[in-house]
């Protein structure tokens, strides 16, 4: 290389940064020396900020825009201003680009069960996951609390330390929620903005944000999702009958179709077989097996009335039968005491309330005299 070509690099000095890997959050901008020329070009794109850093101190941040680092406020110093030392400044600046834009689509999970308390269930163990996106809000302070002096820094270095937060948060929040797990899944949109509202004070610190945090699933350890399912299918059943002979068929169809069960699930399944075809069907004289008889189902039970008093104007009940008769024994219900019942037409005094007459039939009548 000539002296003139060394010379025109020197006066020449560009400093931009395009960047291709969707995963890069800081650069720097790589010089022979970290000498910034005087009167180099800075172009920082939409997107990108600028941290400019000077014998190892931040200088200065800048937003998208093009700057021309001429100016005598700057702190940069020009290889041609020290010829004494062959071109080499003494003085070191850098400058790192820092990616502002959103990084989308970043995963999020907990590694182990969360223990929360169910109103319905109690105890339980549960798990979650989803996405999130960042973004840096505070270039100077990622660069001085995260970054350091790494010359490229990518999401996969701070993804976890986020993660970890997320799950802390997460697990705090579902704990004090007081939600049921069966209306979590209505619930997570409300419960991602609670996360994320718990998160973002502590990654202010580290100069970022969370615009968005999602919560994908929220699921139960795998023994209680089948006993949680049993539950659904014997409601489904309807009555303890259809049920076990739901569970005899599905045990059947399982011994049938596991090859490593041999003879024993064959014997099981013919077994069940059996005991399901005598319970189902009964021969009939001539061998033949006659249509199934539709069960008779029991009367319904008796409806057992309750009483409302009319005392003073007032309206006290409703009361039981039996608490009637105690009544009756205190000498607060007596036979001109108005009472009334559903489906009574109007008010009636005790003694015509054929149900009720019987109770002052038990005690004696009054001695002579009184």
Not at 89 to 97: A, C, D, G, N, R
Not at 142 to 171: A, C, H, K, P, Y
Not at 269 to 284: N, R
Request: net charge negative; with cysteine.
């Amino acid at each position: 290389m000539g002296i003139f070509d060394f010379l025109t690099g020197e006066f020449i000095d560009v400093i931009h940064w395009v960047d291709d890997t969707r995963d890069t959050m800081v650069w720097r901008f790589e010089r022979e020396g970290h000498a910034i020329k005087y009167g180099a070009k800075l172009t920082v794109r939409e997107g990108q900020a600028a941290v400019f850093v000077h014998e190892g101190q931040l200088a200065d941040v800048f937003t998208p825009g093009l700057y021309m680092l001429e100016t005598n406020n700057m702190p940069v110093l020009t290889t041609l201003q020290h010829w004494d030392h062959g071109f080499k400044s003494p003085f070191k600046s850098e400058i790192y680009f820092v990616n502002t834009t959103r990084f989308n689509d970043l995963k999020w999970g907990t590694k182990n069960p969360i223990i929360c308390r169910d109103p319905e269930f109690g105890p339980v163990r549960i798990r979650a996951f989803g996405t999130y996106s960042v973004r840096v809000t505070d270039p100077a302070r990622f660069l001085t609390e995260i970054v350091g002096t790494d010359g490229e820094f990518t999401m996969d270095e701070i993804s976890f330390q986020i993660r970890n937060i997320i799950v802390q948060e997460f697990s705090r929040g579902i704990a004090g929620s007081g939600i049921p797990i069966l209306d979590m899944a209505a619930n997570t949109a409300d419960l991602g903005k609670l996360v994320a509202a718990a998160i973002s004070p502590t990654l202010e610190e580290y100069g970022l944000t969370i615009p968005e945090l999602y919560i994908e699933n929220i699921s139960l350890p795998p023994a209680v999702e089948a006993a949680l399912d049993k539950r659904t299918s014997a409601g489904l059943a309807g009555d303890l009958g259809r049920f076990t002979q739901y569970s005899a068929a599905e045990a059947m169809t399982a011994a049938a179709s596991n090859p490593a069960g041999g003879g024993m699930a064959a014997g099981l399944g013919a077994g069940m077989g059996m005991a399901m075809a005598q319970q189902m069907s009964t021969p009939g004289p001539w061998g033949a097996a006659p249509a199934p008889k539709a069960a008779v189902p029991p009367p319904p039970p008796q409806v057992e009335h309750v009483w409302h008093i009319a005392e003073n104007g007032e309206t006290k009940g409703p009361f039981s039968k039996a608490r009637m008769g105690r009544m009756v024994s205190e000498g607060s219900l007596t036979r001109q005491t108005y009472v009334w019942t559903a489906g009574q037409d109007g008010w009636l005094p005790a003694e015509e309330v054929r149900e009720l007459a019987q109770l002052f039939t038990i005690l004696p009548p009054p001695p002579p005299g009184s």
